[in-house]
């Protein structure tokens, strides 16, 4: 670890511009992560451009914002894409336009496609590695309460609040440093639950609706008609994915949204294994948390019953 942060910090204080990425569909220790490592750095380097880019996901609209950047922005840039397993899945095609490419990841290491790869797969959340990262230069004492908060969702998120097995004694470690920040984390939190209560409908009917069979695998399929009938985006629909997670019994499900092109399928699970599987099938992941599209609902029973004959 010593050695790859020291190679990251030197790339940085070399470099006068640094773009952060991270992965597309981002959840909250994607932005975590992405906007705590910014913010850490222009405290660290106010001289600097520090840009972060990629789509908005509007469900986490609370957490930050991003920048506009031009191509030109891009030439002698040092990119630095967190929390991506693999290249396709980086949000903002340009990251390979820059003169230098850095990969921050706690997801297991599939696709090294930076110019530096530091992976951590043993770390709860990239926001962990970040705050590592931090720790390593003895820089608590420069960031504030804004980095605190980034950092504190996004290992929040990736955890589940603390419920996965992700969670170790360091994790915790790393939360009690990060709430000692004058942010308000009760409100954070309850930010980070918050549904739009339009959306409260496609709930009930994913809780009526669940395939379960007595080995404990669970399905759930939303095709397009259920998405029209609910006035629910796909993109919606996937912040569900949990909806069933407390079924007594259950140990493995798999979440398939129709997005027109695509079947998305987020697939879960309780201490089983399952990113072989989703590997399988073209995606990949964490072992108790996955996701892999498929062309069409064949291949999503398919991939149901594969996840089904783990157990």
Same mark, same amino acid.
């Given at each position: 670890?010593?050695?790859?942060f020291?190679?990251?910090?030197?790339q940085?204080?070399?470099?006068?511009?640094?773009?952060?990425?991270r992965?597309?569909?981002?959840?909250? +220790? @994607?932005?975590?992560?992405q906007?705590?490592?910014?913010s850490?750095?222009?405290?660290?380097?106010?001289?600097?451009?520090?840009?972060?880019?990629?789509?908005?996901?509007?469900?986490?609209d609370?957490?930050?914002?991003?920048?506009?950047?031009?191509? @030109?922005d891009?030439e002698?840039a040092?990119? &630095?894409?967190?929390?991506?397993?693999?290249a396709?899945?980086?949000?903002?095609?340009?990251?390979?336009q820059?003169?230098?490419?850095?990969?921050?990841d706690?997801?297991p290491?599939?696709?090294?496609?930076?110019?530096l790869?530091? /992976?951590?797969?043993?770390a709860?959340?990239?926001?962990e &590695?970040?705050?590592?990262?931090?720790?390593?230069?003895?820089d608590?004492? $420069?960031?504030d309460?804004?980095?605190a908060?980034?950092?504190?969702?996004? $290992?929040?998120? +990736?955890?589940?609040?603390f419920?996965?097995? =992700?969670?170790?004694?360091?994790?915790?470690?790393? @939360?009690?440093?990060?709430?000692k920040?004058?942010?308000n984390?009760?409100?954070?939190?309850?930010?980070?639950g918050?549904? +739009?209560?339009?959306?409260?409908?496609?709930?009930?009917?994913?809780?009526q609706?669940?395939?379960?069979?007595?080995?404990?695998?669970?399905k759930? $399929?939303?095709?397009k008609?259920?998405?029209e009938q609910?006035?629910? #985006?796909?993109?919606?629909?996937?912040?569900?994915? =949990?909806?069933? #997670?407390?079924?007594?019994?259950?140990?493995i499900?798999?979440?398939?949204? +129709?997005?027109?092109?695509?079947?998305r399928?987020? $697939?879960?699970s309780?201490? &089983?294994?399952?990113?072989? &599987?989703?590997s399988?099938?073209?995606g990949?992941?964490?072992?108790? #948390?996955?996701?892999?599209? /498929? @062309?069409n609902?064949d291949?999503?029973?398919?991939?149901?019953?594969a996840?089904?004959?783990?157990?």
């Amino acid at each position: 670890m010593t050695i790859e942060f020291n190679q990251i910090m030197k790339q940085i204080e070399e470099t006068e511009t640094v773009i952060i990425h991270r992965h597309v569909r981002p959840d909250p +220790d @994607a932005y975590g992560s992405q906007l705590g490592l910014k913010s850490y750095l222009k405290l660290k380097f106010p001289e600097k451009n520090i840009y972060a880019v990629g789509e908005a996901e509007h469900s986490l609209d609370f957490i930050g914002t991003f920048d506009t950047l031009s191509e @030109a922005d891009y030439e002698d840039a040092l990119v &630095i894409v967190c929390d991506t397993a693999n290249a396709p899945r980086i949000s903002d095609t340009r990251y390979n336009q820059g003169s230098y490419l850095i990969k921050i990841d706690h997801h297991p290491a599939v696709d090294q496609y930076g110019d530096l790869n530091y /992976v951590n797969d043993q770390a709860s959340s990239t926001s962990e &590695i970040i705050f590592d990262l931090i720790s390593h230069f003895n820089d608590l004492s $420069i960031i504030d309460a804004e980095t605190a908060r980034l950092l504190y969702l996004g $290992i929040v998120g +990736d955890t589940g609040r603390f419920l996965f097995n =992700n969670t170790t004694s360091h994790t915790m470690e790393v @939360a009690s440093e990060l709430l000692k920040f004058p942010f308000n984390h009760n409100q954070e939190l309850n930010k980070l639950g918050e549904k +739009d209560p339009e959306l409260l409908p496609f709930q009930g009917y994913v809780l009526q609706n669940f395939d379960l069979n007595d080995k404990g695998f669970c399905k759930v $399929i939303i095709t397009k008609d259920v998405l029209e009938q609910f006035e629910i #985006a796909p993109n919606e629909a996937s912040l569900f994915v =949990n909806a069933i #997670a407390d079924i007594k019994g259950l140990k493995i499900w798999v979440f398939g949204v +129709d997005e027109g092109s695509e079947i998305r399928c987020r $697939i879960r699970s309780k201490g &089983i294994v399952i990113n072989d &599987i989703a590997s399988d099938f073209g995606g990949g992941g964490h072992p108790n #948390a996955s996701g892999v599209s /498929v @062309a069409n609902w064949d291949q999503f029973n398919e991939l149901a019953e594969a996840l089904n004959n783990k157990l």
